[in-house]
């Protein structure tokens, strides 16, 4: 088991629907991301928080809107999505913003677009 | 620029024989560097790390791997396959001083016959 859980595990929904993926961690860490993995892919960084604070945007699109509700909680909000944006979204935690510390992952979500 | 190599997308070997898995790395500093796992449809689990201490560097379930700074390389290695090895392996490198940007190299495929 994950220390990382995200929810729910699979999510089918139509382009004009409106959903949100939650991630939640409970080891005190204070930096938390999304990721987006396409299948044989390496993840792909998408959001970083630190203390709650959006810290990076890697350019994406804005029918994805990330909130950091407390330290132990990461969402995303999904709107308007197109069918690339089917793939795995994984969330990850880390002890600090900075340092060298490891990312620790959740299990993900496996999103689709119909 | 920093980035990760990983020599090859896929290996097999035969259970019971050692594994090798290679990665090289570019970076302009001292660099901090892990290796994950994946697993069919699960999220990445941390095998080990190295953060300027020890050069050789044991993980979890018999994986080790050796930072050689001369080579810019940090392959993996394990002396005896099992079947629950299969996966997806991934070398990673922090790529700024602030911690929180992984670079990911783009995978290898880590396939183990009977």
């Known amino acids: 088991d994950t220390e990382v859980t995200q929810t729910p595990k699979h999510l089918v929904m139509g382009m004009t629907n409106k959903k949100s993926l939650k991630c939640e961690q409970h080891m005190g860490h204070r930096a938390m991301y999304w990721y987006k993995q396409k299948a044989k892919k390496p993840p792909e960084l998408m959001f970083v928080y630190s203390y709650e604070k959006l810290s990076i945007n890697e350019s994406v699109p804005s029918r994805f809107s990330p909130e950091c509700p407390n330290s132990s909680l990461l969402n995303l909000h999904l709107h308007a999505l197109q069918p690339e944006d089917s793939a795995l979204y994984l969330c990850a935690s880390s002890q600090n913003a900075g340092g060298n510390q490891p990312q620790h992952f959740g299990d993900g979500t496996r999103l689709s677009i119909l | 620029a920093q980035s990760v190599t990983q020599l090859d997308s896929h290996v097999s070997v035969s259970e019971g024989t050692p594994v090798l898995l290679r990665c090289n790395y570019s970076s302009s500093y001292s660099p901090s560097l892990f290796w994950y796992v994946q697993h069919p449809n699960k999220g990445l689990q941390l095998l080990l790390k190295?953060?300027?201490?020890?050069?050789l560097v044991k993980g979890i379930n018999g994986f080790e791997a050796e930072f050689k700074k001369s080579e810019t390389s940090f392959h993996l290695t394990k002396p005896s396959a099992h079947m629950s090895d299969a996966a997806e392996y991934f070398c990673v490198v922090i790529l700024d001083n602030y911690g929180q940007n992984f670079v990911f190299g783009p995978g290898t495929r880590l396939s183990v016959l009977p």
């Open positions: 190295y953060t300027s201490a020890a050069t």
